[in-house]
């Protein structure tokens, strides 16, 4: 059984997302806090690109204006819990300060990062 584990801190308490499954990758639509996103930031987000302010800020201002979307595109965590991909979408929801609903994909081999 794989097991995928992700801790962060919300500003009251620790939240831990716990994958068990026989088959990684899994998937989950999770409602992201600032808090949350802030803390994947910053500690769960090793080896991403450089960070686009400008598509941040679109991004926050959908949020904020009620025009954020799902997207077809998960944010993803690796099988050692460390982000791949999103984080844009995620410092949007940090610029906005208001939680936005994300799909999200849990356990993706670390490989499979382009």
């Known amino acids: 059984m794989s097991k995928v584990t992700i801790q ?13 499954q026989e088959k990684l990758p899994i998937s989950r639509n999770i409602l992201v806090n ?13 080896n991403n690109r450089h960070r686009d302010d400008r598509r941040v800020a679109k991004y926050a201002q ?8 799902m997207t077809n595109d998960d944010i993803c965590f690796d099988i050692h819990g460390n982000l791949m991909n999103g984080q844009h979408r995620l410092a949007a929801v940090v610029l906005s300060q208001r939680p936005a609903m994300m799909s999200f ?10």
């Open 8 to 20: 962060s801190f919300n500003g009251k308490k620790w939240s831990t997302v716990i994958c068990n």
């Open 34 to 46: 600032p808090n949350f996103a802030d803390d994947v930031l910053k500690n769960r987000n090793p």
């Open 62 to 69: 959908d949020i904020l204006l009620n025009n954020w979307h």
């Open 105 to 114: 994909k849990f356990g993706v081999a670390t490989a499979s990062m382009v």
